[in-house]
C-alpha cells in the first residue's frame, strides 16, 4: 500500500464521520431550528436540499469579527444569523456543530491536498 493510498483511506474515513455528524446534527438540531417561527427565516438561503444544516454549523463555527462582516455585506442573506441560533441551541448543539463543521472542513482540506501533492508527483 502506497503512501497517498494509506492518506486517502484515513481521510475517507473523517469524511464518513463528517457525514454521520450532518446527519445526527440536522435531525437533532437543525430540524427543532427549522420548527421555531424566530430562527426559521435567518438559517441562509438554502442552495440545495440541507445547506441550511452547513449554514448552522458555519454560523456556530465562525469567529465573531466574521460575522460582524458577513452581517454588514450586501450577501448577508446566504449566510445565517448567529444570534437566534446562539439564543435556541445549548451547549450540546453548539459542540456537535462544531466537530461536525470542522471534520467536514478538515476532510475536504485534506482531501484536496493529498490529490495536489500526488499530482505533481510529491507522493505515490
Do not use: C
Request: positive net charge; glycine residues 8%.
Amino acid at each position: 500500500m502506497t503512501l497517498s493510498t494509506q492518506l486517502l483511506g484515513i481521510t475517507a474515513g473523517f469524511m464518513f464521520l463528517a457525514a454521520l455528524l450532518y446527519v445526527i446534527f440536522g435531525q437533532v438540531t437543525v430540524r427543532r431550528l427549522r420548527k421555531n417561527p424566530e430562527v426559521r427565516d435567518k438559517l441562509g438561503m438554502e442552495l440545495a436540499s440541507g445547506w441550511d444544516i452547513l449554514n448552522v454549523a458555519g454560523a456556530l463555527s465562525r469567529p465573531h469579527w466574521l460575522s460582524l462582516r458577513l452581517r454588514k455585506s450586501r450577501l448577508s442573506f446566504t449566510a445565517a444569523d448567529e444570534r437566534p441560533i446562539y439564543a435556541h441551541t445549548n451547549w450540546f448543539d453548539r459542540f456537535l456543530g462544531r466537530l461536525f463543521f470542522y471534520t467536514w472542513i478538515g476532510s475536504v482540506i485534506a482531501f484536496l491536498f493529498i490529490g495536489t501533492i500526488a499530482h505533481f508527483g510529491l507522493i505515490e
